[in-house]
């Protein structure tokens, strides 16, 4: 068994999840565990998390392809001026947190 699922054994669990299955789904996700050496609800959890953090990872990132690649460096490395809109958004910041 994985450290990760011994640590996880120590913290209370309050939160239920449920999900029906096909019959072969849980065959497959029984067969998983097994291998795994871990309960089908352990499996699930793991499974479900590391999909979640995937997901979450993923949709936080950002993709850039060909062009908009160059585009986005050069800007980065030589920004544009503020304009007056970001002027004042900077002033009202400092005015807020006392700056």
Not at 12 to 38: D, F, H, N, S, Y
Not at 57 to 68: C, H, K, N, P, V
């Amino acid at each position: 068994m994985t450290q990760a699922l011994r640590i996880h054994r120590r913290v209370r669990k309050q939160e239920r999840l449920e999900a029906r299955v096909t019959p072969r789904q849980k065959r497959l996700i029984e067969r998983a565990a097994r291998l795994r050496g871990a309960t089908v609800t352990e499996f699930i959890v793991m499974s479900a998390q590391q999909a979640a953090a995937k997901e979450i990872q993923e949709a936080e990132s950002l993709t850039l392809r060909g062009d908009a690649q160059e585009v986005f460096v050069r800007a980065l490395l030589n920004p544009p001026p503020p304009n007056a809109a970001a002027r004042a958004a900077a002033r009202r910041y400092q005015e807020e947190m006392g700056l």
